[in-house]
């Protein structure tokens, strides 16, 4: 066993106990499990860690991560644990690319990397009616969300929010390219201010969808452009920041 705040940033294995900080809350409760703003003096328990009676459990293999939600340290945080993994688990709430592989009368079949297909009912998007269906046929990409993703259940999606509106989710364009990258590669690149799309977009003006199942769909101005793209998002990942910004000059004189 260790302390939680003591091994971040370092490697932690599956089995591993993290002690968590003491705090003076008056119902003893020191974790609250899922997404969200957390209230204050609470922690929250992220990917790859478990509640236990000790403290955390570790579930995956990876480096450990901290941060502060705001109010300095009395004010708690999340942990979870950063890992390259390329098998994608579906969760609930997660946006991902699917293509649809089948369609079985009300419900279309969506592959979406998973050990099991998904499941996505033709109402599932804006403004569908039952007369008034959407044209998906198999093959097709689709941008949705998990409505509902456990061990027990068929995961099933959706392509609309709360409110009923799409919110940029539904049948991705035939043109473009659709890759599979790893899913560090897609939680890179979807955090705030991401500096390898702040530099792609200085090469050329191009689409982008990201799924957290670790498919990217791009679309340039060309077919050359395109896949010019595609080859630096996959390179990427082994690539530092330096790499990267030489890689791109090369590229930005064209």
Known sequence: ?????????????PGDVLLLPAHPDEDGERLR???GAAPRGRLLCGPGLRRCAAGL??????????????????AG????VDSQQKRYVPVKGDHVIGVVTAKAGDVFK??????????LSYLAFEGATKRNRPNVQVGDLIYGQFLV?????????????????????????QDGFLIKVSLGLIRKLLAPKSEI???????????????????????AKTVQQTLIIVNILEACEY????QRKQALAKFSGN
């Open 1 to 13: 066993m260790a302390a939680a705040e003591a091994c971040v940033g370092q490697v932690v294995l």
């Open 33 to 35: 499990l899922g997404g």
């Open 57 to 74: 459990l570790v579930t995956k293999c990876g480096l450990l991560r901290h941060r502060q939600t705001g109010g300095g340290a009395a």
């Open 77 to 80: 945080g999340a942990y979870w």
């Open 110 to 119: 969506l592959d979406v990397g998973g050990s099991e297909q998904a499941s």
């Open 149 to 173: 993703a456990n061990k027990d259940m068929e995961p099933e999606m959706v392509c609309i929010d709360s409110s009923g509106r799409s919110n940029g989710m539904g049948i991705i364009g």
């Open 197 to 219: 799309i702040q530099e792609l977009s200085q090469l050329y003006p191009f689409e982008l969808v990201l799924g957290m199942n670790g498919r990217i769909w791009v679309k």
């Open 239 to 242: 690539m530092t920041a330096e």
